[in-house]
């Protein structure tokens, strides 16, 4: 017997519930009540060709002694983002093909909450009207990079901590080389021009992963009216995604407004899966590509902190 596709029948017989599960997750019940919950607003602007090691050279960034003590990035710029994202997305600044309608910077709404099982994150942001058709297949996409502090590079600048001046899309990028992010502690050698050539031996690397040594990737991949893709994994001597994701991904889109909540368990077996405990501190980095970018030509955050119930962080997610 041939097996029938409900989602085709339910279009054919009631194009309001075929809308709906068209929609999918993106209109799935979320388990949490997120009217209650506080968020904080974060302000998200253009990076241009600006790697890691663009940041810690003196000749290109004036606080680079800073950064090189510990000083995290927000601690001297918080304020000055849309300042900042708007030269640089103007072209102005280290950015050589400025996107067309580019703002310069997103504010986006982030919360989080937590229950016994699992770890919450709602993101809420208006969607810009830039000019770009580099990724035809989603609309925008928003990801989640994620430290418990071993990554020492990642408590200065967040997700900046992956970003050199070699990967796809940078000044140093190799004609015919796909590389993307990484982490300094993966290489045995590095520049001013990045070290994406220096790898260290597949037992460094294994040594590192066990370690702690990675950054936990979450992402979201979004279309409206579209469920979302959900796609986690780690960074370290790469971007290693999981075939079978282990967080979930919902979306919704009215008005221009995206609404996307991005969960997992607490604790998850497998290599690349942080522990998400009360009473420690998470290093955070936030990532969107809007208006179907690509690449360096994201709006990215500064590097912030979350902790679960209590604690000196930036976020601390509310205990249901």
Not at 35 to 59: D, H, I, R, Y
Request: hydrophobic share 35%; net charge positive.
């Amino acid at each position: 017997m041939k097996k029938i596709n409900q989602m085709n029948l339910a279009q054919r017989t009631c194009p309001l519930l075929g809308a709906l599960l068209l929609s999918g997750a993106a209109f799935s019940a979320s388990a949490v009540e997120w009217n209650s919950v506080s968020g904080k607003t974060v302000e998200l602007f253009s990076p241009g060709q600006a790697g890691w090691e663009w940041v810690l050279t003196e000749s290109d960034h004036s606080a680079a002694k800073s950064v090189k003590k510990g000083t995290n990035c927000k601690e001297c710029h918080n304020g000055e983002q849309p300042k900042m994202g708007k030269l640089i997305a103007s072209g102005e600044k280290i950015e050589p093909a400025p996107v067309s309608g580019n703002p310069g910077h997103i504010p986006v709404e982030v919360k989080f909450a937590y229950d016994k099982e699992r770890l919450y994150v709602q993101l809420k942001w208006q969607e810009t009207s830039q000019n770009s058709q580099q990724d035809p297949d989603y609309q925008a996409k928003v990801a989640l990079m994620m430290s418990d502090g071993t990554v020492k590079a990642t408590k200065i600048a967040g997700c900046w901590s992956a970003c050199h001046m070699d990967s796809n899309g940078m000044p140093n990028a190799e004609s015919g080389q796909d590389l993307g992010k990484y982490l300094f502690a993966s290489r045995s050698k590095i520049s001013r021009s990045g070290g994406g050539k220096n790898l260290k031996p597949a037992s460094d690397i294994a040594a590192l992963l066990e370690s702690g040594n990675f950054l936990e990737l979450w992402r979201a991949k979004l279309n409206p009216a579209k469920p979302a893709v959900a796609v986690d994994g780690y960074v370290l001597d790469a971007i290693h995604e999981n075939t079978s994701p282990s967080i979930s991904a919902k979306s919704s889109y009215a008005k221009g407004q995206w609404t996307v909540e991005l969960s997992r368990n607490l604790k998850q077996a497998g290599k690349g899966y942080l522990d998400f405990v009360a009473g420690n501190v998470y290093q955070l980095g936030l990532s969107v590509h809007d208006s179907h970018t690509d690449e360096r030509h994201h709006h990215v955050s500064f590097g912030y902190t979350f902790a679960l119930d209590s604690g000196r962080a930036d976020f601390i997610a509310k205990k249901l």
